[in-house]
């Protein structure tokens, strides 16, 4: 198995205040596929996608990723996981302020090995047209779509997205994600999308539900449907 959690396990706090924010977790990933995760706010889906993106560690559990155990390997090891092998698009976009649109995917393609065409990246998009903007004079969904190249740019093996299309509409969410399912259709892309929209789901070819930092199910889709073919 490409991704595999085992007894993971993340707390916050204590006493009182103590929160389970993953409870024992165990969960397989094949390659080559898209995850969507399904939960209800503070279940633990971004605590999730942290662990396995090597942002932050478990307190008990591992984590490997092709054989490798990222959930206790040093800080090195740790670095070179996240800037090879992981594109990680955040809830909450973390763009550089100081640097333009072009120059924010610049910063992460300059030390790609195996970069996209930048170019292709940002017409597809939509966001070629701002690349001399700052993050502060785009919209939310614009910002988003920048987050989505920055992460998409330097083409990872694993693609992570914290809330993929949550300030787009309808037209704008299904082009970004018709523009992840060739991704994925291409390069062959293991992809974990979090969402709160059911929708999007369907194009998952395996559904993940969290509740209280617990798996509730990890399900097969029968009937997958393209991005083309949502109903947003
Ligand atoms: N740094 C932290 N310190 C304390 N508690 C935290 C911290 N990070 C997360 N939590 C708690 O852990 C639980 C899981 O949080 P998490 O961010 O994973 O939820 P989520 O499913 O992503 O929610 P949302 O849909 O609102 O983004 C929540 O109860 C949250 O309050
Ligand atoms: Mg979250």
Redesign the pocket.
């Known amino acids: 198995m490409f991704i595999e959690i085992k007894n993971a396990t993340k707390t916050?706090?204590a006493g009182e205040t103590l929160?389970k924010?993953l409870d024992n977790v165990n969960l397989s990933l094949e390659e080559g596929r898209i995850y969507v995760i399904l939960?209800p706010?503070?279940?633990?889906?971004?605590?999730l996608l942290n662990m396995i993106g090597g942002l932050d560690r478990l307190e008990s559990g591992e984590i490997t990723v092709d054989g490798r155990d990222i959930s206790h390997a040093d800080k090195k090891k740790m670095t070179q996981y996240r800037r090879e092998d992981v594109g990680f698009v955040f809830?909450f976009y973390n763009l550089i302020p100081d640097l333009t649109v072009q120059e924010n995917i610049e910063v992460v393609s300059d030390i790609s090995k195996n970069p996209m065409d930048i170019k292709e990246v940002m017409d597809a998009l939509d966001i070629s047209k701002y690349s001399t903007r700052f993050p502060k004079e785009l919209s939310g969904g614009q910002q988003q779509r920048v987050a989505i190249a920055r992460a998409l740019i330097k083409n990872p093996k694993i693609l992570l997205c914290d809330e993929l299309t949550g300030a787009l509409d309808s037209k704008s969410s299904r082009n970004v994600l018709k523009f992840i399912d060739k991704v994925n259709e291409k390069f062959h892309t293991t992809i974990v999308i979090i969402t709160h929209n059911e929708a999007i789901a369907q194009m998952a070819d395996a559904v993940i539900r969290i509740k209280d930092g617990q798996l509730a199910s990890c399900t097969d889709n029968q009937q997958k449907v393209s991005a083309d073919g949502l109903e947003l």
């Open positions: 916050y706090g929160v924010a939960g706010s503070g279940s633990g889906k971004s605590t809830q």
